[in-house]
């Protein structure tokens, strides 16, 4: 597995693993025991990145991640997440520097660490100044319990505040072929500053890879039923980004799901997208797509393939996207 750094000094695999969806936010939880299995392969596939957070749950996804990790431990980069009261998304955002502190000490326990290597604030917290934030995490980092500080959803204005009193590693928000936002807001001041850029569904929460089409009917714990633009009208309109995909898989004699991945490797060498799965053959077909080493050139040529391609429909509902409005 290739490497790659995130912020100054942070090395991680080229590709993580988001562990959100092993037992949260797709419906069915996968058994302890398999879940375990998962993320133990990763490691011995040469994954060293691991997604996690107290909200996802919430708590026990850290508790898995600790128990899955612990023998390997000093080997790996774990990166967890606090900002929602009570750990809980549905009752808001809290990211006071008690709460931080909090959050800290109780996943150091679930993850069975004595530090936590990426530290992100979950959400922006209007109510907190991002000084504070910043400087509680920088506090951390002082006393050994923190290693790096990253941020999830902000905006530009966020950033340069938390990056003036602590240098951020990482900003975490979706990026794909599907959702390219970031491209305009953020990934200009990321570069400026230094700062690694971490995609969380990259692969368009699984549309990307041609399994979800206008028919499928998900589960009804499934997340996705929340997402306006993965609706079935909204995915029957945006059958043309699957389709292309598909075509410059074939053309690649690669998979939809490595060419999502390999493209957004292309990018630019700080960013390390972290698709989630929770099989192994998955797996290694996502790891497969660092193998492709997409350059200029066949990222500019998918661009241009995208560039006259619709994407219908938003990502969050209302009160959800009000959260992760980029400050």
């Known amino acids: 597995m290739q490497k790659r750094t995130l912020g100054q000094s942070l090395e991680v695999s080229a590709i993580g693993l988001g562990c959100m969806g092993i037992n949260f936010h797709r419906g069915e939880a996968m058994e302890t025991k398999d ?14 990145f691991f997604d996690t957070a107290e909200a996802y749950g919430p ?16 080997r790996v980069v774990i990166a967890t997440k606090f900002g929602f009261t009570e750990g809980e998304p549905g ?29 992100y604030q979950h959400r922006v917290d209007p109510k907190v100044p991002m000084e504070d934030v910043a400087g509680t995490v920088k506090q951390l980092i002082a006393e050994g319990k923190v290693r790096h500080f990253g941020l999830s959803e902000a905006g530009e204005q966020s950033i340069r505040a938390a990056h003036a009193v602590q240098p951020v590693a990482a900003l975490q928000s979706e990026y794909s ?13 990321l570069e400026e500053l230094g700062i690694g850029f971490v995609p969380f569904s990259p692969l368009g929460r699984g549309f990307l890879t041609g399994a979800i089409t206008a028919s499928t009917e998900f589960g009804a714990h499934d ?52 698709p989630g799965t929770t099989k192994l053959s998955r797996l290694d077909e996502n790891i497969g797509a660092v193998e492709l080493a997409f350059g200029p050139k066949d990222v500019a040529e998918i661009d241009a393939v995208f560039a006259a391609i619709e994407v219908h429909g938003n990502r969050y509902a209302a009160a959800t996207q009000a959260q992760v409005d980029r400050r």
Do not use: C, M
């Open 35 to 48: 879940a375990i299995a998962l993320l133990r392969g990763a490691f011995e596939r040469g994954v060293t």
């Open 59 to 74: 708590f026990s996804n850290e508790e898995i991640v600790g128990e899955a990790l612990a023998p390997v431990r000093d």
């Open 91 to 119: 009752k808001g955002l809290d990211s006071r520097p008690e709460r931080i502190r909090q959050v800290a000490e109780a996943s150091l326990k679930r993850l069975r660490t004595n530090h936590i290597d990426l530290f």
């Open 177 to 189: 072929l599907f959702w390219r936002t970031s491209e305009t807001d953020v990934l200009p001041v």
């Open 223 to 274: 997340q996705r039923n929340n997402n306006p633009y993965l609706s079935a009208e909204n995915r029957a309109a945006n059958a043309p980004v699957v389709d292309a995909v598909r075509r410059i898989a074939t053309e690649k004699g690669a998979t939809p799901a490595q060419v999502a991945l390999a493209w957004l490797l292309g990018r630019k060498p700080w960013i390390v997208p972290i």
